[in-house]
């Protein structure tokens, strides 16, 4: 699973457009669509065309979706398009079993992604230049795999997949919403899903995405056809959505869900639930400033909550007024909100607070405490304290945690086939994975990653000869 109360994103194109069916299941001839729908004074068209064998995107290729422009951003929205990783942690980010009927399940998956061509009319948003514009694409550009099967990808294989401009630019240009993943992944099926991300897509102003409706309302048989379900009947789609709103309504994503009208002109009104309201802006800038990219203040203000997010703050910054200089402010910053008690704030230097702000403030958030601490040569206790989690997990988990970073960390540096032998170094025990990490680490950080690589590479050619 991703990690808990984490918040990711949602590129809002994606979202909105609701590229993948919310059905688990479809029809065996169900191959294409086209939509044309109405936002606004807007009309614009949406048509998808799949190859026979694997039919139109849908059930678990909302979540694989979601978790690809996730990781996309994680490696840092490099302008390739590209993201290195493992089936495992595609299927982690993703949110879904990572045992060994899911690897099948997500090949078939990423083969729908492939194969599947859209084509979209006066419905991209082109962002930065406030623009509806024409794109087709599929929704995986290109995808290479490592696989002792032909074909077929395997919990062993590493994947390079490379995500079409139009996604990667959209990403890029930061036309994202904030998607709350670890949410998403408490529902128990993928419909429900489809339709959480489709419907806090439809809440936000595309011209204006920090702008988050409370209602929105639609025609019944204009948002089964949004929805991609297959059918001409408003019971039939009154029953499919039905089935998605009792979860949303129980898990308070919905406040009430209300059908008005008769027949094909039944109109559907939402009401959102209060608390998945997202954070201030303000408070996004403020964490901005202090050198936290704004993907890392979501996650935390999910994590912890604003008021305790919004203390840290100016805790920080009262501790950075007096001339305290950190070795990283973010990190710095983190450490501040995960271990306050360990920080002393001067008198008189904690920056101004509204008084609402005041009142909520926890009674034993400022606890003055002897010494400010960073970690031996500059490593913060974060750090600290994740190496020591690391350490005592089990060895697999161990590997795909050290994988995570070194695909990332080599991501244009080894070839797949390379990354691949490094995988099954350390599978078959002829590399410490914790070994490994710590001097990949040092020596990125000491500047010398073109040394590491070449003595990467000498290393696997001795484990394994005929590989490289």
């Not at 929704?139 to 994947?159: K, M, W």
């Not at 489709?198 to 409706?213: F, G, K, Y």
């Not at 994590?303 to 950075?320: F, P």
């Amino acid at each position: 699973m991703a990690d808990k109360g984490i918040r990711h994103f949602d590129e809002l194109n994606i979202a909105r457009l609701s590229l993948i069916s919310v059905q688990e299941r479809i029809p065996a001839d169900y191959r294409d669509w086209s939509v044309e729908l109405e936002d606004g004074d807007r009309r614009y068209r949406v048509t998808c065309q799949a190859l026979p064998e694997y039919g139109v995107p849908h059930g678990i290729d909302t979540d694989i979706s979601a978790a690809l422009v996730n990781l996309y951003i994680d490696q840092g929205s490099l302008g390739d398009g590209v993201v290195t990783c493992t089936p495992y942690q595609l299927l982690q980010m993703a949110g879904l079993d990572t045992s060994g009927r899911y690897y099948s399940a997500l090949d078939e998956s990423l083969k729908r992604l492939t194969t599947t061509t859209y084509f979209i009319s006066e419905g991209w948003r082109d962002h930065p230049r406030g623009r509806w514009t024409n794109v087709n694409f599929r929704y995986i550009d290109r995808i290479e795999f490592t696989s002792g099967q032909a074909d077929r990808l395997d919990a062993t294989s590493v994947l390079r997949i490379t995500l079409p401009q139009e996604i990667a630019r959209s990403v890029r240009a930061g036309f994202l919403k904030s998607l709350d993943l670890s949410f998403m992944q408490t529902l128990r099926r993928p419909p429900t899903r489809a339709l959480y991300r489709l419907l806090d897509a439809q809440r936000r102003d595309p011209e204006n995405p920090d702008a988050v409706a409370m209602a929105y309302q639609v025609g019944l048989m204009e948002w089964a056809e949004a929805c991609k379900i297959v059918t001409d009947r408003p019971s039939m789609a009154q029953r499919t959505l039905d089935a998605a709103h009792e979860e949303l309504l129980e898990k308070g994503f919905l406040k009430s869900v209300e059908y008005v009208g008769r027949g094909k002109k039944k109109v559907l009104q939402y009401t959102f639930g209060e608390a998945f309201i997202p954070p201030d802006p303000a408070l996004l800038q403020e964490l901005a400033d202090l050198g936290v990219t704004q993907t890392r203040a979501l996650q935390l203000v999910r994590e912890y909550g604003e008021v305790a997010v919004e203390d840290a703050a100016g805790r920080c910054k009262a501790i950075l007024a007096t001339g305290y200089k950190p070795r990283s402010r973010p990190a710095f910053f983190v450490d501040v909100l995960k271990h306050p008690s360990k920080y002393v704030v001067p008198e008189g230097v904690m920056p101004p607070q509204k008084p609402a702000q005041k009142a909520q403030r926890s009674k034993t958030a400022i606890q003055p405490q002897p010494t400010l601490f960073e970690g031996p040569s500059g490593a913060s206790e974060e750090e600290i304290d994740e190496d020591a989690r690391l350490r005592a997990q089990p060895r697999a988990k161990q590997v795909e945690e050290v994988m995570r970073t070194l695909t990332f960390l080599f991501r244009n540096d080894l070839k797949l086939q390379e990354l691949d032998t490094l995988r099954l170094a350390l599978d078959e025990q002829l590399e410490d994975p914790l070994e490994i990490k710590a001097w990949v680490i040092k020596g990125i950080s000491s500047g010398q990653k073109s040394a590491i690589v070449r003595d990467l590479r000498t290393r696997l050619s001795l484990n394994f000869p005929r590989s490289n």
